[in-house]
């Protein structure tokens, strides 16, 4: 038995992360043991949290590749166990840490940047383009969550590759706490994770305000998301009960409005961000989506005319009827039609990864720099600084 070479594995294993969490294993408390005899043959021990978890072929594979990996090490195996509920209980200590005891992970208190997504008409693109931005900007380093709220036509899953074939990822649930899924480097929730074996292309979800309320409070007390830099919400299309629900709970959250080039898209993209900045949240920009096509001989083909972002930022910078203090609304970007934007999200696999250069990845890409840029608003937060 060798400590030092035992301690190189440790090492080793402190770079593994568990993929729901994203902590290293070893601070979560899932490696029970690591053995090396005089040949350098380790036999390492890790735990789950239950058996059968989704993560668990990835955390079995990370821990075997990187115990190879260590020095000293000729050969490798992996026993893999189930926690019991003592070590279970342990762990989803050790995962909420001191926060445990708030009722609501994004209150006021929390260092998260919240950004709600909302567009005044249906199809308009705004659940590609939050998912394009969510992942946009996890790949830029940054630890993002997506919730979507858009419970009637929630279309998050498949665009983020995490619904195949009439079959939905389903969240990992570890006693009272519930773990999102991860695609591509984002904390992924929606409702149709949680319609059992329903084909979510064929069920319809049909639930009053209250009902929607309490989802909507469950996804933020409920799913364990971590410190988050970011967590964008897609909300259903419109005025309605979840967008006065998010205002609610959550009224520290931006927003973000979504709307197609064409003026009559504009009025109701415009309301929408009123109801938003009568709950008292700020709207940082708009997104116009779905502009101009090109065409093969190099000319521009204006599908939905033009103009429709422009409009709604200039309407939403005016003076308030109220005599309120105007403020800025700035369009954050123009993103053109494109085929290929809407193959790749058909496919699950976002063209911000796979085809940034992709006329309308592109755009995205730079309004997610934009609004990373823009940082969060501090007003009316406590920086949690006391006076001496
Ligand atoms: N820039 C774009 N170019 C081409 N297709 C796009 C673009 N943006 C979105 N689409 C496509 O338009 C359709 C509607 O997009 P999406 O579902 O994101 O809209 P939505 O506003 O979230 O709709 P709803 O709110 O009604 O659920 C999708 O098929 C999507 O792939």
Redesign the pocket.
Known sequence: MSTETEQAVWTALGRVQDPEIMRPITELGMVQSVAVDDAGRAEVSILLTISGCPAARRIEADVLAATRGAPGIVEAAVEVGVMTPEQRRAFTERVRGDRASRPQQFGPESLTRVIAVT?GK????????TAGLAVAMAAQGLTVGLVDA?VF?F?IPGILGLSRDGRTEQPTRVDDMILPPVAHGVKTISIGMFLGDADPRSTAVSWRGPMLHRTIEQFLRDVWFGDLDVLLL?L??GTGDIAISVGQLLPQAEVLV?TTPQEAAADVAVRSALVARQTGQRVIGVVE??AGLAQADGTVLDVFGSGGGRLVSERLSAPAETGAPPEEVPLLGS?????A??AA??RGEPAVLTDPEDP?AAELLRVARRIIDLGRGLAGRSLGIAPR
């Open positions: 567009s249906g199809g308009v693109g705004k659940s590609s383009l858009d036509g279309s897609d259903p299309p979504v989506n779905m993103v053109p039609l494109s085929p934007f809407r999200g058909d309308a």
